[in-house]
């Protein structure tokens, strides 16, 4: 279990980046993982980076390394990543799976990556690396385990649902837990949507072709010009 600081630490962050109109503030930090995914590295080679001061990197209390998003900018801008990635991203759902076990986390990852359908999934394997992330990467949906050490799967739900930045944030949990053993933590926020393991990959694409699909009937006639056509694995 993680410290009330530390959750009040998080709570900050969500607060400040819903009162600023611009990311680029002091505050505004992510994880080595998204770090890698936004750069198209690898973890080692940000912590590289960081240790040739390339990027600005710091450590919590607890050990936990954070990097400044305005450094990362930086970066892109330097290298010429910055509009080639950002535009890759505008129109794909965005995913974010936190998943401890990693041949599901891989199976799952791997799935998005090989679909023909928009989704950009950020895999975690951990609550508090997505704690750490969330803000940053805005997810439409968040997919999550439920038994995982440390944060799980029911406390991050619980705290992200307090706040109203992620109150559009769709939800799904995948869990080899019995219904009973998840009423007896506590049970799942309101709108929650539960998948029971194995996973069943034809479920799983069924709900993002659903999901895509509801999307762009909401989204404008000019935007949904612009939607790429939707196709299964």
């Known amino acids: 279990m993680y410290s009330k600081p530390f959750i009040h630490d998080f709570i ?3 607060d400040i980046m819903q009162t600023n109109n611009t990311l680029d503030t002091p505050e505004d930090y992510c994880g080595t ?13 940000i ?35 910055l509009t080639v990635q950002a535009e890759a991203r505008d129109n ?15 199976l799952l990852r791997g799935y998005c990556n090989r679909s023909n359908m928009p989704v950009d999934c950020t895999a975690m394997s951990s609550g508090l690396e997505a704690l750490i992330d ?3 990467i805005k997810p439409d949906v968040l997919i999550t385990d439920l038994d995982m050490p440390g944060i799980d799967g029911f406390e991050l739900l619980r705290i992200l649902r307090q706040n109203p930045l992620f109150n559009r944030m ?40 659903a999901y895509l699909a509801s999307r762009y009937m909401d989204m404008p006639a000019q935007e ?3 939607a790429p056509v939707l196709a299964e694995v």
């Open 92 to 106: 794909r759902l965005r995913v974010l799976l936190v998943e401890d076990d990693a041949v599901t986390r891989e």
């Open 170 to 209: 769709t939800s799904l949990v995948l869990s080899a837990l019995t219904q009973e053993e998840v009423d007896a933590k506590g049970g799942l926020p309101e709108g929650t949507i539960f998948m029971p393991k194995p996973i069943n990959m034809d479920w799983f694409n069924g709900f993002f072709t």
């Open 33 to 45: 993982t998204y770090a890698a995914k936004m750069l198209g590295l690898s973890v080692g080679t």
């Open 134 to 136: 969330i803000a940053s």
């Open 224 to 226: 949904t010009a612009k």
């Open 12 to 14: 900050k962050k969500i």
């Open 47 to 81: 912590q590289t980076l960081v240790e040739k001061n390339e990027l600005e990197a710091w450590k919590t209390q607890g050990g936990h390394r954070r990097i400044s998003m305005p450094s990362i900018r930086e970066y892109q801008r330097k290298h010429n990543m």
